[in-house]
C-alpha cells in the first residue's frame, strides 16, 4: 500500500512503516469505548480540603520549594487564535454592513474595553487615517473588525493567542504569555529562579522569543527571579497520516500522503523533554489580572502541597517494599494508601497473595503521579473526572473527554450530563520515581483511548486521527488524584468577546 515515495516520505518525519499501518488499521477498527463505574465527586474520588489543611498543604509545598528542587511551569501554547474571532470573520464576510448579531453587537459597544484597543485604534488611524471613533460614526464597522484581523492590521486571526493583548494595566497591556511568566514566578520558583516552558508552533517560535527577550528582564526585576524561558515544538514524529472515508490513505494533490497534527496528546513527548522533580501545567489562555491573582496562587500552591505529600508516602512505602522489612499489617495500610489517597481499587485483591500483592502495589507506586484541580461543572465544553476501569481491570481516577463516551449508553450519558465537575487542565506532575530517575513518560500512555474525527481538504472529506489527549490518555496509567479548585481559578478565553467578562477587565 506504501510506495517508496511514501516510505521516503515518513522517514522524513521520523516515522516508521509499522506507525502508519497500525493508524490505517486504527482508522478501520476505530478506538474502544471506556468502562465507566462513576462520575467523581466529592468524597468520591475528589478531595475538598478544608481551611486548616489547605494551609498545611501550601506549607507543605513552600518547604519542598525551599529544598531546591528544580520545578518547570509547561504551557502548550501552539495554537492559532483565529477560532476565538470565528464570529468576526463571520461579520466581515456578511451580506450586511451593521452589527446584527447579539455577538457582534456586544462586541462594537464595548470597543473600548478590550486591552487591544489602543494597539486597534493606532492600526485604524495607520490603514485609513481615520481613529476608531470617527469609523463608528461613519458606521464603517468592517474595517474594524478587518483592521483587528486581517495580516495589514494587528493580524489577531493567525496569531496565537499566547501573543494577543489579553489584560489592561496602567504600565501598558499583557499578553498571555507575559501572565504565565507572572505567574511562575509566584507559585513556581525555587532558588530565586523561575522555569518556564511553552509548546509552540514552527511559524510562531520566532515572534515568542522575540517577545520574551523584550519582556522578561522587567518582570525578572520585578518579581526578584532570574527566568530560564525555553520552547519546543509539536515534534514531526507525532503528526498522523489522514485517511479517506474507506479508510485508504488520503494524498494530496502531488500523491503525497497528508499528514495532520497529533492533537495535545502529542506534547507527552516534549513533557517527557522537560528536566524536572515537579511540573505544572495550564493552558495559555487560562490566565486573570494580578488583582485575580492571588487565590490563583494559592491553590496552585496547594494542589502541589498534595502532590509532594502523597509522592513522600508512596516513596516511603516504596523503599519498604525493595527493602523485604514488611509484615501483612503493613502491607494493609499500603493498600489503603492506594485504594483511599490514591483512589486506585483493584476489584479481586483479596485474591491475591502476598508476594502477587507485594508485586502489584509495586507497580501502582512506581508511576508517574498528578494532581489535578477540578472545579464545579457549570456547563463549559470539555472533559469531566471519572472514574473508570482500566486495560488491567483496576478501577482509577481519569480525565474524560465527550468523544470517549458511548453515547448510546444511557448511564453513561447520564454521568456525563449530571457530573459535578469539569477538568479546567490544571495539573501539576511528579515524574522522578523514588531514586530521582525521570520517568519515561511514553510507556505510561494508553494507545486505545485516541480518536477519530471528520475533516475535509480542498472539500475532499477525510477522516482524521488524534493521538491519546495529554491529560487524558496519555496519563492513563499515572497516579491520579482530583482536588476542587474555585471557579475564579479557571478563566479560558474561547472567543474575543470573553476577554469582556468582568475576570478579564
Excluded at 501502582?364 to 470539555?382: Q, W
Excluded at 494507545?447 to 475533516?455: A, D, Q
Aim: with cysteine; hydrophobic share 35%.
Amino acid at each position: 500500500m506504501l510506495s517508496q515515495q511514501d516510505l521516503q516520505q515518513i522517514a522524513v518525519k521520523g516515522i516508521s512503516e509499522e506507525q502508519i499501518n497500525r493508524q490505517l488499521e486504527e482508522f478501520k477498527t476505530g478506538f474502544p469505548f471506556l468502562k465507566l463505574e462513576a462520575a467523581a465527586a466529592i468524597g468520591k474520588g475528589i478531595v475538598s480540603p478544608e481551611t486548616e489543611e489547605r494551609q498545611n498543604y501550601v506549607n507543605a509545598w513552600n518547604e519542598y520549594k525551599s529544598e531546591g528542587h528544580k520545578i518547570v511551569k509547561f504551557v502548550p501554547a501552539s495554537g492559532a487564535a483565529s477560532r476565538m474571532f470565528k464570529d468576526m470573520f463571520s461579520f466581515v464576510n456578511a451580506d450586511y454592513d451593521v452589527p446584527t448579531t447579539d455577538f457582534e453587537k456586544q462586541y462594537f459597544l464595548n470597543l473600548t474595553k478590550f486591552a487591544f484597543y489602543d494597539a486597534l485604534d493606532n492600526k485604524c488611524q495607520e490603514l485609513y487615517g481615520k481613529n476608531i471613533t470617527s469609523l463608528l460614526a461613519d458606521a464603517k464597522y468592517k474595517a474594524i473588525a478587518s483592521a483587528m484581523l486581517n495580516a495589514e492590521g494587528l493580524n489577531y486571526g493567525q496569531l496565537p493567542k499566547g501573543m494577543l493583548l489579553f489584560h489592561k494595566y496602567p504600565e501598558g497591556a499583557r499578553t498571555p504569555m507575559e501572565e504565565h511568566l507572572v505567574e511562575g514566578a509566584l507559585y513556581a520558583a525555587s532558588a530565586g529562579e523561575a522555569n518556564v516552558h511553552f509548546t509552540v508552533s514552527h511559524e510562531h517560535m520566532q515572534m515568542f522569543e522575540q517577545r520574551v527577550a523584550e519582556k522578561k528582564d522587567m518582570y525578572a526585576e520585578k518579581y526578584g527571579v532570574k527566568y530560564n524561558i525555553s520552547f519546543s515544538e509539536q515534534k514531526p514524529s507525532t503528526d498522523t497520516v489522514a485517511a479517506n472515508p474507506d479508510n485508504t490513505p488520503f494524498r494530496n494533490d502531488d500523491g503525497s500522503l497528508l499528514f495532520r497534527p497529533g492533537g495535545h496528546g502529542a506534547l507527552i513527548e516534549n513533557l517527557n523533554e522537560i528536566e524536572a522533580d515537579v511540573i505544572f501545567i495550564k493552558n495559555i489562555d487560562n490566565v486573570v489580572p494580578d488583582r485575580l491573582k492571588p487565590e490563583t496562587v494559592e491553590y496552585k500552591q496547594l494542589i502541589a502541597g498534595v502532590l509532594v505529600t502523597l509522592q513522600k508516602r508512596a516513596f516511603d512505602y516504596l523503599r519498604l517494599l525493595n527493602s523485604g522489612e514488611y509484615n501483612h499489617d503493613k502491607l494493609e495500610e499500603i493498600i489503603r494508601f492506594v485504594q483511599q489517597d490514591l483512589c486506585c481499587r483493584k476489584p479481586d485483591i483479596k485474591q491475591l497473595e502476598d508476594a502477587e500483592l507485594v508485586i502489584y502495589l509495586k507497580k501502582k507506586l512506581h508511576r508517574p503521579m498528578r494532581v489535578c484541580g477540578v472545579v464545579k461543572n457549570v456547563g463549559e465544553p470539555g472533559g469531566g473526572p471519572f472514574l473508570t476501569y482500566n486495560q488491567d481491570g483496576t478501577i482509577s481516577l481519569q480525565i474524560l473527554e465527550s468523544s470517549q463516551i458511548d453515547k448510546s449508553n444511557e448511564e453513561y450519558m447520564r454521568m456525563f450530563t449530571e457530573g459535578t465537575h469539569f477538568n479546567p487542565v490544571d495539573l501539576v506532575c511528579a515524574v522522578r520515581d523514588f531514586e530521582g530517575k525521570p520517568f519515561y513518560l511514553p510507556d505510561f500512555v494508553d494507545k486505545t483511548t485516541g480518536f477519530i474525527s471528520s475533516k475535509s481538504k480542498n472539500g475532499r472529506e477525510l477522516k482524521a486521527l488524534e493521538l491519546p489527549g495529554l491529560w487524558n490518555g496519555a496519563m492513563s496509567d499515572w497516579n491520579t488524584v482530583f482536588v476542587e479548585v474555585p471557579l475564579g481559578t479557571f478563566n479560558p478565553v474561547k472567543t474575543v468577546n470573553d476577554l469582556l467578562r468582568e475576570q478579564h477587565q
